[in-house]
Nanobody, 124 residues
Framework: QVQIVEIGGGLVQPGGALNLSCAAS????????MHWYRQVPGKERELVAS??????????ESVKGRFTISPISFIDGKNMMHLQMSLLKPEDTAKYYC???????????????WGQGTQVTVSS
């Protein structure tokens, strides 16, 4: 089985900072890309940032200059990736999801796996 776990959501005041982490573990033979998406009720899930195994990073224009995504690292048996968020705005309030593009070591099949999400609320 594969586990995708997001850590680090919470309540923060406007202008504040928050770090999110994503850990992908389990029956994984290769990780290609890891992404952060966010979603608010009634709207589609939107891509925030992506990082690839080759070290490439993509940041959406809406958060560029405020959010930073780390490269993928392998620590204690887990593929880790972090999203550093600063100068947070109320419109950043959403549930943030980690999506990992990987190959399952058992089936040999490559596909995306989603975590359960973590809530980020920016409010005074």
């Amino acid at each position: 089985q594969v586990q995708i776990v997001e850590i680090g959501g919470g309540l923060v005041q406007p202008g504040g900072a928050l770090n999110l982490s994503c850990a992908a573990s389990g029956s994984i033979s290769s990780v290609y890309n890891m992404h952060w998406y966010r979603q608010v009720p009634g709207k589609e899930r939107e891509l925030v940032a992506s990082t690839g195994a080759a070290g490439t990073a993509i940041i959406d224009e809406s958060v560029k200059g405020r959010f930073t995504i780390s490269p993928i690292s392998f620590i204690d048996g887990k593929n880790m990736m972090h999203l550093q968020m600063s100068l947070l705005k109320p419109e950043d309030t959403a549930k943030y999801y980690c999506k990992t593009d990987l190959t399952h070591s058992g089936s040999g099949r490559r596909r995306d796996w989603w975590g359960q999400g973590t809530q980020v609320t920016v409010s005074s």
